[in-house]
T-cell receptor
């Protein structure tokens, strides 16, 4: 079975502080992992894919197969980063989402 | 490019009423999906269609039916609405390959009273 765990419902950080949103997964095969973001009153949109190893809006995420983790990181948080963040996994079924972490960046 | 379009955006139903949520995509994607989003629960898959002519159950299919009308359109029907179906419903589409992720619609906020 595929499972995604985001242990924090809410994460509050000050502007300019580092951010780490945690994501752990459970899947016996080789997963495809993603981070999606939902800004206030907007639709869900893709932020990062592990396969592309890219940096988007200053965010990066590294797949650690040993720890089965895919944590999202940004060195300096901005107010516009405040949003709901979802980690998602695709294995042998469509995307399975974690319950999400609400990031609040305080000015 | 409209991407994924959902109608209606808002709906209030009485318990026992039926309705159909519409979804259309203009990206020539093969796969389409219906998710529901509930506070503290994240997004849960209701049904999906890997290609035109096929549909499969997701994690929470009870109380719903779907129709893949053609490659563009994938509808979700509630035959007899229940208060437990109060939720925000998202439609999404994707290529068969996951390289580009899913494209989501703007959602339908449904309240069943």
């Amino acid at each position: 079975a595929q499972r995604v765990t985001q242990p924090e419902k809410l994460l509050s950080v000050f502007k300019g502080a580092p951010v780490e949103l945690k994501c752990n997964y459970s899947y016996s095969g080789s997963p495809e992992l993603f981070w999606y973001v939902q800004y206030s009153r907007q639709r869900l949109q893709l932020l990062l894919r592990h396969i592309s190893r890219e940096s988007i809006k200053g965010f990066t995420a590294d797949l650690n197969k040993g720890e089965t983790s895919f944590h999202l990181k940004k060195p300096f948080a901005q107010e516009e980063d405040s949003a709901m963040y979802y980690c998602a996994l695709e294995g042998n079924t469509p995307l399975v989402f974690g319950k999400g972490t609400r990031l609040s960046v305080i000015a | 490019n409209a991407g994924v379009t959902q109608t209606p955006k808002f709906q209030v139903l009485k318990t026992g009423q039926s309705m159909t949520l519409q979804c259309a995509q203009d990206m020539n994607h093969n796969s389409m999906y219906w998710y529901r989003q509930d506070p503290g629960m994240g997004l849960r898959l209701i049904y999906y269609s890997a290609s035109e002519g096929t549909t499969d159950k997701g994690e929470v299919p009870n109380g719903y039916n779907v129709s893949r009308l053609n490659k563009r359109e994938f509808s979700l029907r509630l035959e007899s609405a229940a208060p437990s179906q109060t939720s925000v419903y998202f439609c999404a589409s994707s290529e068969t390959s996951q390289v580009y992720g899913y494209t989501f619609g703007s959602g339908t906020r449904l309240t069943v009273v």
